[in-house]
């Protein structure tokens, strides 16, 4: 029933207004939770980021170089760090690239290497489960040598393939060159095996 005032006005009743005054409440709820919704996103992504960039770089690797252990195509979240350790896999900037290699010898080690391909770490021969065929590869240095202060000497697990501190080109790598060690792989890229798999 439409009620008017003296002047013949509309007026609402009250269950119109009670409902008015529902939809005006549930629309500022819903703009409320939205923005409060997009503004946390923001923070956790921009947090993330920050993240990302100062402690937990991700990388994707690219070639062969660390097979088995690593395929092209994996995804590896990274860990900064100041410190590294014999056997740690490893993330090296080198001419505008970043290569994945394996620690080997840290400043003050003598490293060696025989016909044979395998390495010798101060007098005592390297256990390398993670090598599937041990080799010289593209080696142009001579051997035995120490690692200097505030180096490292870095090889690839593919050791046919990998350029790394055997060859001149790359040496034994500063430490201001290393970004970090490789905490996970994230994803799992697909190797030449699973191909032939397939």
């Known amino acids: 029933m439409v009620e008017e005032n003296r002047v013949g006005k509309y007026v609402p ?83 505008n690239k970043l290569l994945i290699k394996r620690v080997i010898g840290i400043p003050g080690d003598y490293v060696d290497m025989d016909d044979e391909g395998n390495i010798f770490v101060n007098n005592h021969l390297v256990d390398e489960p993670y090598v599937s065929e041990k080799s010289r590869g593209k080696c142009d240095l001579e051997f035995p040598m120490q690692v200097p202060d505030g180096k490292y000497f870095v090889l690839g697990d593919h050791r046919e393939t990998s350029i790394d501190s055997r060859n001149s080109a790359i040496g034994f790598v500063d430490k201001s060159q290393v970004l970090g060690t490789v905490l996970v792989r994230m994803w799992h890229g697909v190797s030449k095996e699973d191909e032939e798999v397939d």
């Open 13 to 95: 009743s009250e269950a119109e207004v009670l409902k008015e005054k529902k939809r005006l409440q549930h629309n500022a709820l819903f703009w409320k939770t939205l923005i409060s919704t997009i503004s946390t996103l923001i923070v956790v992504a921009a947090i993330s980021v920050l993240l990302s960039f100062l402690f937990f770089p991700v990388i994707q690797v690219s070639g062969d170089s660390m097979e088995p252990t690593l395929s092209d195509g994996d995804v590896l979240l990274l860990r900064k760090s100041g410190g590294f350790k014999t056997g740690q896999l490893c993330c090296i900037s080198w001419q």
